[in-house]
C-alpha cells in the first residue's frame, strides 16, 4: 500500500449495509482522483449486519487505497480513534458511514487549506437528503468561501464532523472521547478550533447529511440514551466551557454554542423513559446552571427559544425577584437590565391573544376563551379584551395541554384564560396590554375553529342579533341585518376566491431551486417530479378550490339538501363500518320515534357500503351531497375523533366555518384506559356527548385534563357491547395495537391507512409479534388442543400484513375485521395495550398482554400513562418478555382457555352495565341534546 497520501478519508462502520456503498463510492468517484490520492480506512465496530462483506469487496477492488480493520463493538470514538492511527494523509477527514460527500469536496478543500496557514481546518455546507431534503440551519455561514474567526464572528458555531477536513498535525493532537455516545464529534472540533480560533468554509462543496426516514441514527434515538442525559452535560458542555475559559471569562463563541445545544435540549425534551426522578431533577439543574454562564444578550438572541423559554431561563438564572426588578418598558419594547427583549404590537403574531370559543351569553354579553401565544414577560403586566363598553381584563385558567414543558418544569405558570366581554351592535374588539409602567399596547386577535371564525380576513359568523367578522387583528361586531348578512357574505367569498397558495408556492419554489443539487442526486423520481410540479398544482388546486368552495356556499344558501328535520351523520371509519357507530345507527334505524333524518357516512368504495343501504339512509364521504349535509347536520356522531370526522373540508375548514352548527358525539371504539387528554380535550375535539361505558373510565375523564364535566360525559356503555355474542371455536386471537414511532412518517387519510415502512421488519415489535405466531412452543400447544390462531394487525399498519410469516396453524387475517365475529369465536384473546381486550373480557374469556415495550411506550405514543394500572386493573396475566409470554399462552392454551377466578371478579367489578341497554341510553341523551 502507497505510505503517503493527500488525504486519509476515516469511516466507522456499524449497521449500515443500506447506507454504505453509497458513501463509499462517493469517495471514490472524487475528482481528486481516489486510486493516486486517498486513503479509505473503514473500520468496523462490530457491526452485525452484511456492512462487512461491502467493504472487503472495496479493500478486494482497491487494495492499495483501502484498510480494513475490525474491532469489537465499542463504539464510534472508539473507531475513529483506531482509524485515525493508520491514517498516513496529510489531511484527514472522519466521515460518517452513511453520508454522502460532493464530487469536488477535497479537491476544493484541499485547495482552500493550502492557501490557508492560518486555520486547521475547513467545512462544507451541510444538505439533508432521504428523509428530507434541505438544508442544515447553520449553512448561512457558507454564503461565500472565507475564513471566519470566532473571536469576531462568535455566533458561528461548527460541530458537524463529517463536513470538515483537517490538516494532519491538528487531528492527530486530539481524540475522541470514547465516553460519549452524542456530540464526541462536535467536542473533538471545538478543542481543535481552540489552537488558532479561526476555520475555513467553502461555498461551492456539499456534505449531504442522511436524514434517515427511520429515525434510527444515533441522534434520533437519543432520548432512549441514558448516556445523552448523564454523561454529555458534563463530559461536552462544561468540558467546553472550561477550556474556552480565560480568567472568569467564558469565550463568546462557545458561549453560542453551548446555548444552541441548551436551546435544542430545552425545546425537545419533553419525556424520556431512562432516569429515575432523582436524576431528572439532578439533569435539569445541571442545564440551568450551564445556561446560568451564559451572558444575558446571548441567550435572548437565540434563534431556537421562543420568549417563554428565554424569559424561563432567565427566571431560573436571576430568581424571580431579580428578574422583575431587571425588566423595564420603554413605548411596548421590553428591556432585561439593557438588552432588548421583545417589543408588543398590535400586527406580530408573538403578540396575539387566540380565542378558542365565544360564548354567547345574551344582551349584547359573550365569554370568550382562549390562550395568550407568549405568556405576560412580568407578574406585574396585565392583559385585556377591549370593546366600546370597556377594557375587560383576562381571568387565567388552568389548561394543561397550553403548559409546555422540559422534563416537567412548566416554562409559564399559564397562558390560557376565560374572559366576559360587553359588545354593543357596532363594535371591534381587540387586545390590550397594560404593561407595569403604565404602557398600553394594541394585541392582535386570532381565532380557532370552534369560535365560528377562521384564520382569513373577513371571515364571519352569525349569532343572535349580531354578524362577528375577522378583520386583519380585531374582531368586527354588526348588527344582524339582510344587509349586513349580504355584504359579509360577498367580502367573504371575495376573500376565499383571492386565498391562492402564492406565497407557500413561491417559497416551495426556492426551496426546490436551493437543494436541487441533492434532489437530483439522491431523491427518488417520484419525488423529483412533484417538487417540481407539486407549486403549479399547489397554486391551480387553491385557485379552484377557491372557487369551488363559493359554489358550494351558494348550493347551500339556495337549500340544497335542505330538510325540515334535523340532520344526524353518524359513522364508524371512513372506509370500515362495524362499530359503534353502525351498531347505534341500526338501533335508531328501528325505531319509529326518531324525529331526525339520519345518514351512515361511508366511501362508497367499501364492502360495508351496500349492505349499510339496506338498513337505512348512506351517504357517501367522499361526495357533495356529503358535504353539503355535513354543512346542515345538527349532530356528527361517531366511534372515531380524527380530524376528518367533525371536519369534512380538511384544511379548507375556514371557507367553511361559519356554517358549521353540529354537536359532536363521540362515541368511541373501545374503554380509554391511558391519558388522552393531549389529544381528545375540548379545545381539540368540542365534543357534546362523550360515551364512557366503566365508573373508572367516566372518573378519569370528568376529574382529568380534558376540559369536560357531567353534563357531557356520560355513563352509559359502549353500544357494539349489546351485539356480542360467545361461541368459541378453538381460536388464539392475536390484536396488538399500534406504535407511532415505527412508522414516524404518518398519512392520515380517510382510513387512517400509512404508506408501508421498508424498516418495519426491523423494529421489535414485527420480531415480537412474528416470532410469537411461529414459535414452535406455542403452536404445539394449539395443535394439542386442536385450536388455531388469527392474526389482526391494527389497520394503521395494514399495508405490514404482507411482512408476517403466516404458517398451518396461524392465519393472517386481512381488513375490514370482523371484530364481532372474532370476540365470538376467540377462546384466547394475546394484546398489548388495545382496548379490544375490554370486548373480549366483556364475555369473561382469558386475555393475556404482552408488554415487551412497556418502559417505552408513552414516550413513543399519543398517549399518556392513565387511570387503568394492567398490575392492579387489568383483565389478564401481563407479560414483559417475550419467554414469559410464550410461557403464560402455552400454560393458557393447555388449561383450556379458562378464566380464572381473579379476573373473573376483576370483570365483573369492572363493568357497569350488561343488559344489552347501551345503545338505548345512547340514544335517549341524543333526543335530549
Known sequence: MKKNFLISVIVPIYNVEDYIDETLQSIVNQSIGFTDNIQLILVNDGSPDDSEKICLEYRDNYPDNVVYKKQKNTGVSVARNNGAKLATGQYIHFMDSDDVVSRHFYKRSISFMRHHSNVDFVASKIKYFDGKYTEHYLNSKFKQTRVIDVNKESQQSIFHISSILFARDAAKKHKFDRRLKVAEDAKYVNEVLLNKKKYGVLSNTTLYYRKRSDNSSAISTKMSNRSYFVDTPKLFLDYLIDIWTSGDVVHRYIQHLVMNDI?????EENNQSVLTDTEVAAYKQHIYDIASKIDDDILLSNKILNLDQKTFLLRKKYGNKKYEASIRVNDSEYFFNDT???????????SALVLDFIHELGEGRYKLEGYALSASISSRDKRFVQTSRGAFELKLVPRPQRQNIFLGDKFTDNEAFEVTVEVSPVDTIVGLLESFDG????????????????VLN???????????RKNKHTIEVYPNTSYNRWVSELRFSLQVMRNIQLRKTIRWMKSTVRNLNSLLKFAPPKKIVWEFTGPAVLLFRSTWTGIVDVAIRQLYFMGLYKSDRPIWLVSDRGTLAGDNGETLFRYIAGKDTTKADVYFVIAKTSPDYQRLQKIGRVVDINSLKYKILFLRASKIISSHADYYVYNAFGYRWTHFNDLYSFDYIFLQHGIIQADLSGWLNRFQKNIKLFVTSTKAEYD??????????????KLTGLPRHDLLENKPKGVMILAPTWRKNILPEERHGKSGIRAHSDTFKDTEYFKFYNNLMNDARVLGALKAKNMTGQLYLHPAFSRQIDDFSSNSSFTIKAPPYNYKKAFKEGNLLVTDYSSVAFDFAYLRKPIIYTQFDKDTLHENHIAKEGYFSYEDDGLGEVTYDYESAVAEIVRTIESGCALSKKYGKRIDKFFSFKDQNNSKRVYDLLLEL
Request: net charge positive; charged share 15%; hydrophobic share 30%.
Open 263 to 267: 436551546a435544542w435540549k430545552i425545546s
Open 340 to 350: 432588548e427583549l421583545f417589543q408588543y404590537s398590535s400586527t406580530t403574531a408573538e
Open 439 to 454: 404602557t398600553s399596547t394594541k394585541l392582535p386577535i386570532f381565532t380557532k375553529q370552534f369560535t365560528g371564525l377562521g
Open 458 to 468: 373577513n371571515t364571519y359568523h352569525q349569532k343572535t342579533g349580531t354578524i362577528f
Open 700 to 713: 378519569s375523564i370528568v376529574s382529568g385534563d380534558y376540559g369536560y364535566d357531567k353534563n357531557v360525559v
